[in-house]
């Protein structure tokens, strides 16, 4: 595992797992929300965003967190492990509801520079239909990435025992 994405819905614990996994193998973390939004919730341009991500991707090794599906298909032929957190909506939801309350105000360290934690409804919206919408088409790219290992966590419980493994 030197090359590694994780997947997922919000309020997962992509970020967490990110940086605990960087940790213990001593893999430096990429987090995309980091590189895409700009001060104020800006969203960066996909030509300046593409080439950050290609400049990150170059590196020997990386642990990248973050959907972005436009880019997952070119991150997923570049990694050699895809972490999936397919948790169920209720559990993200109760993840972004401890978010909000440990962090709302303030800029966590795997959000881009002048974002500050927010909520809103559309964000919302996105963690309760986020399998409905997203589980079919991750299975499918996890099953043709037959060069990449693919982890799959179903729970916080299942995360707590990977990372022990480790």
């Known amino acids: 595992m030197e090359r590694i994405i994780i997947i997922g819905c919000g309020g997962a614990g992509k ?25 104020g919730w800006v969203e960066m341009p996909t030509d300046e965003f593409d080439a950050l991500l290609r400049r990150e991707m170059e590196k020997e090794k990386w642990i990248m967190d973050g959907n972005f599906n436009r880019t997952l298909p070119e991150r997923i032929s570049r990694c050699d492990t895809v972490i999936y957190l397919d948790f ?8 972004v509801l401890k978010r909000i309350l440990t962090t709302y105000g303030t800029v966590r360290p ?3 520079e002048g974002c500050p934690e927010r909520v809103d ?25 037959t060069h990449a290992e693919t982890i799959v966590l179903k729970n916080r419980r299942a995360v707590r025992k990977f990372l ?3």
């Not at 169920?88 to 993840?95: D, P, T």
């Open 15 to 39: 970020s967490t797992l990110a940086r605990q996994l960087g940790e213990k193998l001593n893999i430096p973390v990429v987090h995309l929300d980091k590189l895409f939004w700009k001060p």
């Open 88 to 95: 169920g909506r209720f559990a993200c939801l109760r993840g």
């Open 110 to 112: 795997d959000m881009g």
């Open 121 to 145: 409804f559309e964000f919302l919206k996105w963690i309760w239909n986020f399998n409905k919408n997203k589980r079919e088409g991750n299975y499918k790219l996890l099953n043709e990435a």
């Open 164 to 166: 022990q493994s480790i």
